[in-house]
């Protein structure tokens, strides 16, 4: 009887969006009379901070910092069509609309400023401090503020702009499996190391290293939180959870927490995270979707592990203490 | 966390102002100290609550169901049953044209679950509905149940779903969607190993802070507001739109502010019913799942079992790959086939494969529909392959890691649904882990390239 180390690796990919029915997502962006922008979404915020990500590409695109753009999640009178936030797409999809719908507002907001500066708005850039400049001439400016207010109470126009962005559907084909299921992939690879306790069979996850290639870190904090969070998910997925422990029983189902196991601030392993950006060629600056992906490496890598370990292999989910004790008692090994 | 700037420096550029930058979360204050408002901080004056009378048996033919004392516990306003529901029997992928409609709103005549809904009871106070919900007598007649997807497939057992007339989902392709790539019998036929494993997974919770709910208030003007936690807003109000045949434009749904979703959220389960239930009472409705509820009645992530055989070669290359995969969608499609399907598109990994072949079921038991989860058709799937990838590395005596290197897939590469592999990033993340974790490959995986080939 003893405590027994053991490391695996896995390695994944992960597709962005969905096809099965075609995957819309609409967007449409707005200036205030003061020069502050609205995007107007359907898309839900499901806590992994869409309306933070849809502000920062917004006022990218647009021109201004961050705290400029208020972003509208979900009312169906105000809003246009978003599919949903599910399949790893909102980020993708959504951030694409943003994108369109914000160049056509700052269009708009270029060619005014440029009727106040008497210039070509071929000509303007903008700092990204809430002013538009004369390329080369940069004394030659105009804030943001100014422009929005000329819009509304002098020029008569409506700094606005409209967002589509819509993957087609993709038919597979019936005798091949021919199909286009998605767009750009994510990727990830994660080593775990783990510590099995051949008496009761616990398993200890003390180490998960997790390298996730994501297209871009839009905001490097919040992919954290969510990869730190998925990472979390697959090892509580690999050794705790099921509303079915003897499935394909129905008994035993957990009704609540003290009944449906996860892993507690005590049981966390020690994670690392490194993130690799390869932009892709359809993505929001080159944004893939990481939201999902990163809570499956582990659940192989812990699997693998635990055989490294005991050398025995539980190919069912989830790894509990009783189906390692089975299988070492299978082997004879105890 | 680190962001690793060094790879693919050359074809990305870091010019951006507020993209790649930590801005703090304008969200975060308001979720921290509980000011955010979640479609729950919504409540009326006159507002009901609404429970479900849920079926004890996972299969039986309904006899009768008698309300009448339920009605007369004190607090009840109104009992609905199917026959108040205008389009009972629905599917909601139906919006993009996959049917066939195979479930009920409210029970009618059969439960194919335990849990199924069968009778609604609003009464002024939760506790009032859940005591008149006991009240309510459902006379059954027990069926035979079939739980086990291997069973369910077998001749003679017994029928989940009548709308279907078989226990699994006939695609347009037949009873599995399938890939078809290279031959894999002669990618067999000519590999040094083969490996055939079975893998399994049981069912899981999304576990949602939040749980499942909505509050809806009557407009005044035939016009209903549904403050909602769905993640998917148009879907579910166009869905509610066809089971309550009542127009669009009639229905005004609020939310986009929700606890936690993982895909445990676009079932479109509470919105028709509590809408319905304010339009035959004039009064504002809540119905908010209780954790049990949650945690057993809400779809679960399918179980799924997945065969892969694989043909391997002494020199580490994969010649051919052959999947099986089942899902248990329970008693109703909801997302199910599609996900399913979503396997088929997934297997055989990130790998580059000369013989692939691929069949996966969406297989109906006498279960809690299952649905989408976080990883939908992929995460189990993953686990299967990635073990599967452990096991045969072991068994021709190679290193795990470098033998991922040497199937990897790689930009250009024809993958077996035919797609060409477009930004892969595998062989480096693989690099990144084997520095990070001191797992030392040879030199030549080292030097690989997703996107440049070496000469």
């Known amino acids: ?334 | 966390m680190e962001l690793r700037k060094s790879y693919f420096a050359d074809v990305r550029k870091d010019d951006l102002h507020e993209i790649g930058q930590p801005r703090p979360r304008l969200d975060s204050p308001g979720h921290v100290t509980g000011k955010t408002a979640f479609f729950a901080d919504h409540n009326f004056p006159g507002m009901l609550h609404l429970k479900m009378v849920r079926s004890p048996h996972h299969h039986a033919r309904i006899r009768s169901i008698d309300t009448s004392e339920a009605e007369k516990h004190p607090g009840v306003v109104r009992i609905l049953t199917a026959r108040d529901v205008p389009h009972n029997v629905y599917t909601i992928l139906i919006l993009i044209q996959i049917g066939p409609e195979d479930e009920t709103v409210l029970a009618d005549g059969k439960v194919r679950w335990r849990g199924e809904a069968v009778v609604a009871v609003l009464a002024e106070t939760e506790r009032a509905a859940q005591e008149a919900a006991a009240k309510v007598k459902v006379d059954y007649e027990v069926l035979p149940a079939v739980f086990d997807m291997e069973e369910a497939l077998k001749p003679g057992a017994p029928l989940v779903n009548e709308y279907h007339g078989q226990n699994y989902y006939l695609y347009d392709s037949g009873e599995c969607r399938k890939v078809r790539f290279g031959d894999v019998e002669a990618g067999f036929a000519q590999a040094d190993h083969i490996l055939e494993q079975s893998y399994q997974s049981s069912p899981i919770e999304h576990a949602p802070t939040e749980t499942t709910g909505c509050v809806v208030a009557p407009e005044g003007n035939d016009r209903f507001t549904c403050y909602t936690n769905t993640q998917a807003m148009f879907f579910t109000l166009d869905n509610t739109s066809i089971i309550l045949q009542m127009p669009g434009s009639k229905l005004h749904f609020v939310g986009g502010t929700v606890g936690g979703g993982f895909g445990g959220k676009v079932d479109v389960i509470v919105e028709p019913i509590a809408i319905l239930a304010a339009k035959l009472t004039g009064r504002p409705v809540s119905f908010v799942y209780s954790r049990e509820e949650e945690m057993q009645i809400s779809s679960p992530r399918a179980a799924e079992k997945v065969v892969i055989k694989d043909g391997v070669m002494k020199d580490g290359r994969i010649a051919a790959r052959k999947v099986t995969g089942y899902t248990d969608a329970g008693a109703y499609s909801r997302h199910s086939p599609y996900g399913a399907q979503k396997g088929a598109g997934h297997y055989p990994g990130p790998y580059t494969i000369p013989n692939v072949w691929i069949d996966t079921y969406c297989v109906y038991t006498n279960r809690t529909p299952s649905s989408a989860m976080r990883g939908f058709g992929v995460t189990i799937g993953d686990f299967a392959l990635e073990v599967q990838m452990d096991k045969l590395a072991r068994l021709i005596g190679m290193d795990p890691l470098e033998f991922r290197f040497i199937n990897a897939y790689r930009d250009g590469d024809m993958k077996a649904h035919r797609q060409p592999t477009e930004g892969a990033a595998l062989i480096e993340c693989m690099q990144e882990a084997s520095r990070a974790a001191n797992w030392p490959v040879a030199e030549k995986y080292m030097a690989m390239s997703s996107y440049e080939k070496e000469a």
């Open chain 1, 1 to 334: 009887m003893a405590i027994r180390r053991g490391r695996g690796v896995a390695a994944i990919n992960y597709p962005t969006g969905m096809n099965l029915g075609g995957d819309p997502t609409q967007a449409l962006v707005h200036s205030t009379p003061t020069g502050n922008f609205m995007v107007t979404l359907s898309s839900v915020d499901l806590g992994q901070g869409m309306k933070q990500i849809m502000a920062q590409i917004c006022a990218e695109t647009i021109g201004v910092p961050t705290d400029r753009v208020v972003v509208d999640t979900a009312d169906t009178d105000t809003s246009p069509h978003c599919m949903g936030t599910f399949a790893s797409r909102g980020t993708h999809r959504a951030g694409n609309a943003v994108i369109q719908a914000a160049r056509e507002a700052r269009q708009v907001m270029l060619e005014v400023a440029a009727e106040e500066l008497e210039v070509d708005a071929r000509d303007l850039e903008t700092d990204g401090q809430g002013n538009i400049l004369v390329k080369g001439a940069p004394q030659k400016s105009i804030s943001i503020f100014d422009v929005a207010l000329s819009a509304h109470f002098k020029r008569g126009r409506s700094i606005s702009g409209r967002g589509m962005f819509l993957i087609p559907r993709s038919y597979p084909e019936k005798e091949t499996g021919a199909m286009k299921p998605s767009t750009c992939y994510a990727h990830a690879c994660t080593v775990a190391e783990v510590e099995v306790d051949d008496e009761t069979g616990e398993v200890t996850v003390l180490t998960v290293k997790n390298i996730f290639e994501i297209g871009r870190a839009l905001n490097p904090k919040m992919v954290e939180q969510q990869l730190v969070g998925g990472s979390w998910m697959g090892i509580s997925h690999a050794l705790y959870e099921t509303t079915e422990p003897y499935y394909p029983s129905r008994d035993h189902g957990g009704t609540d927490f003290n009944q449906y196991l996860m892993p507690g601030p005590g049981d966390l392993a020690d994670t690392e995270i490194i993130v690799l950006e390869r932009p892709s060629a359809d993505g929001p600056y080159g944004a893939k979707g990481p939201g999902e992906m990163c809570a499956n490496p582990q659940i192989p890598a812990v699997a693998n592990a635990i055989f490294d370990a005991v050398g025995v292999r539980v190919d069912t989910l989830p790894i509990t203490p009783e189906r390692i004790l089975r299988a070492l008692k299978a082997e004879g090994t105890v």
